[in-house]
């Protein structure tokens, strides 16, 4: 479910790479590299456990239910809002040693290279995708509050002089594929270019799993699809992400296609599912 997006990088002499991508929900905070210059030179070795893409085989968080009456899923445009999804993004499919010299300099700039890729993609300005929409799943503050302090700092925004905090967001796609993935087959022909789309970058708060705001991620992204014409809906999955998996089969999505080991193997990262889900034709080809 990953959008792989690279952004163009300083020379590399002056950085040092990050641990390889492993996680079927990450975009350009998969190809960031961590500036040098924010430690000293008795760190850089470690600087290379200092974080890890998640593989979500930890053992599930008890659960905390919320109230959800109040929960808000739409799309995102103002920047405040996008920054607090890059920083739940970063938050979620990372592990980070809390440890580490210089940890919130390295998730900062994680949070930057995926706020200002995630700006890109959303006006348009990126090559390849017709159109991009950040899709966020958000609470009021005092809600999140007794849930968690550091997800509250974390991904906190204002909006109409209320503050609210991002719970989960995902990114929706049309395009006819999405870089180092597998090809959608639907619809064939000429209508592949606008018909056709991918949800990527899926995830929940770690706190709040398990409340069903995935469902209601995917729920509204149906429904703007829909809105844009789209026939044939498509999303990556690790082969051994279960939860992710039993969600998008509930979802309605099936199975279409899977990755070559050889793919998985060269691109070092488990094994992708590519899943499909026709949705209402509402225009005439």
């Given amino acids: 479910m990953a959008v792989l997006i690279s952004s163009p990088s300083p020379p590399p002499q002056a950085y040092l790479k990050i641990s390889k991508h492993n996680h079927p929900a990450a975009s350009a905070i998969a190809s960031a590299k961590f500036p040098i210059s924010l430690c ?119 909006h109409k002089g209320e503050d609210r905090i991002v719970v989960g967001t995902l990114d929706l796609n049309q395009c006819i594929s999405l870089p180092d993935e597998i090809t959608g087959m639907k619809p064939e022909g000429i209508g592949a270019d606008f018909a056709r789309a991918y949800i990527s970058n899926v995830c929940a708060a770690k706190e709040l799993q398990r409340n069903g705001l995935g469902y209601e991620l995917i729920a509204k992204s149906k429904m703007i699809a829909e809105d844009w014409g789209i026939s044939d809906l498509y999303v990556h999955v690790a082969v051994d992400n279960e939860p992710a998996k039993n969600l998008y089969m509930k979802s309605g999505f099936i199975f279409e296609s899977d990755e070559p080991a050889w793919q998985a193997r060269f691109l070092d990262r488990p094994r992708r599912l590519l899943l499909w889900a026709g949705l209402p034709i509402t225009y005439e080809l």
Avoid: M
């Fill in 40 to 158: 000293g030179p008795a760190t850089l070795r470690s600087l290379t456990l200092c974080s890890q893409l998640s593989n979500h085989q930890t053992e599930a968080p008890p659960i905390t239910r919320v109230d959800k009456s109040s929960l808000i899923v739409s799309e995102a445009s103002a920047e405040a809002e996008l920054w607090a999804a890059a920083c739940l993004r970063v938050r979620t499919f990372y592990d980070f040693n809390e440890h580490t010299f210089g940890i919130e300099d390295h998730k900062r700039y994680l949070a930057e290279r995926e706020f200002d890729a995630l700006k890109e993609r959303v006006a348009g300005q990126r090559k390849g995708f017709r159109r991009v929409s950040c899709i966020n799943a958000t609470l009021p503050l005092s809600t999140v509050l007794c849930v968690s302090q550091d997800l509250c700092n974390s991904c906190k925004f204002s």
